[in-house]
């Protein structure tokens, strides 16, 4: 079965600093992995996906992730953090049984920007 | 173009009542997933609806349903609320049911007590 570990609930960053939110997986096949992002009372916004193409994968407002498969990891990067980026963190991994589609998804990570 | 829009955004109820949230999806999206989001944890998957039939249904009891109309709108219920109910409730639309890219609403916070 599939399933994504993120380390670390908590992270804090002072701006400017680089960013690095971690999530390792576990899937029987290759997998399509996402970060999410979750602004406070808001639904889930797409950060970047993995879906096997190139390793190094960008995504909006400067993130970008690689994908390790032999460290089983897809962790999340921005050189410099902004404190627009002071959200909850969610990295999820696909689940796709036959006919359907869901995402098993990590427990997040609370970013912090420190002034 | 109207994202995803789900109503309503808050509701409280008491324990053993009937609530349904519903979800509106994007234009053109013809699949809706709904998820369960406990605070401090991650989502988790409920159900997943494509042309108004089940394709997937997570570690949920029965007293969760759902439906998917013609319009590809869709409805949970939760029967007997219990105090663990309590979540925010997100759906997300998809343009089919194997399309890896989910757009999701707001949510509605249920507060059950």
């Known amino acids: 079965a599939q399933s994504v570990t993120q380390l670390g609930s908590h992270v804090s960053v002072s701006e400017g600093a680089l960013v690095l939110l971690r999530c390792n997986y576990s899937?029987?096949?290759?997998?399509?992995l996402f970060w999410y992002v979750q602004y406070p009372n808001q639904g889930l916004q797409l950060l970047l996906k993995?879906?096997?193409?190139?390793?190094l994968v960008k995504g909006i407002n400067g993130f970008e992730a690689e994908f390790k498969k032999s460290e089983t990891s897809f962790h999340l990067t921005k050189p410099s953090a902004h404190m627009s980026d002071a959200a909850e963190y969610f990295c999820a991994v696909s689940d796709r049984p036959s006919g359907t589609y869901k995402y098993i998804f990590g427990t997040g990570t609370r970013l912090k920007v420190l002034a | 173009d109207a994202g995803v829009t789900q109503s309503p955004t808050h509701l409280i109820k008491t324990r053993g009542q009937h609530v349904t949230l519903r979800c509106s999806p994007i234009s053109g999206h013809k699949s809706v997933s709904w998820y369960q989001q406990v605070l401090g944890q991650g989502p988790q998957f409920i159900f997943q609806y494509y042309e108004k039939e089940e394709r997937g249904r997570g570690n949920f009891p029965d007293r969760f349903s759902a439906r998917q109309f013609p319009n590809y709108s869709s409805e949970l219920n939760v029967n007997a609320l219990l105090l663990g109910d309590s979540a925010l409730y997100l759906c997300a639309s998809s343009l089919s049911a194997t399309n890896e890219k989910l757009f999701f609403g707001s949510g509605t916070q249920l507060s059950v007590l």
């Open positions: 993995y879906t096997s193409a190139a390793t």
């Open positions: 899937s029987s096949v290759p997998p399509y």
